[in-house]
Nanobody
Framework: QVQLVESGGGLVQAGGSLRLSCAASGRSFSMYAMAWFRQAPGKEREFVAGITRSGGNAYYTDSVKGRFTISRDNTKNAVYVQMNGLKPEDTAVYYC????????????????WGQGTQDTVSS
């Protein structure tokens, strides 16, 4: 099974940008569809963005379309999310997740998770 480690979180002012990275090790990274989820205090884990095995297709939740971009580099075993135009409501712990089948918006479907990275957007 793949192991995932996120990095790149932090504190940023509203309107700013962050780039999160997720490094994978273990089983072949290119076999996995990858996604980013987030969880704010008191809320359920929420799908943010997903990308197919080849990187040919990406999917986003409506609230981040046009602001976030997911990408992956299978030669580096990594997936990224570039987050621009950040808003206070984007504040959450962000997780990367891997699935051997396909992208879904249900966090319960995913096979592996990173430990999460905190992103805080101040107003």
């Amino acid at each position: 099974q793949v192991q995932l480690v996120e990095s790149g979180g932090g504190l940023v002012q509203a309107g700013g940008s962050l780039r999160l990275s997720c490094a994978a090790s273990g089983r072949s990274f290119s076999m996995y569809a990858m996604a980013w989820f987030r969880q704010a205090p008191g809320k359920e884990r929420e799908f943010v963005a997903g990308i197919t095995r080849s990187g040919g297709n990406a999917y986003y939740t409506d609230s981040v379309k046009g602001r976030f971009t997911i990408s992956r580099d299978n030669t580096k075993n990594a997936v990224y999310v570039q987050m621009n135009g950040l808003k206070p409501e984007d504040t959450a712990v962000y997780y990367c997740a891997a699935d051997l089948t396909y992208i879904t918006r249900n966090w319960r479907d995913y096979d592996a998770w990173g430990q999460g990275t905190q992103d805080t957007v101040s107003s």
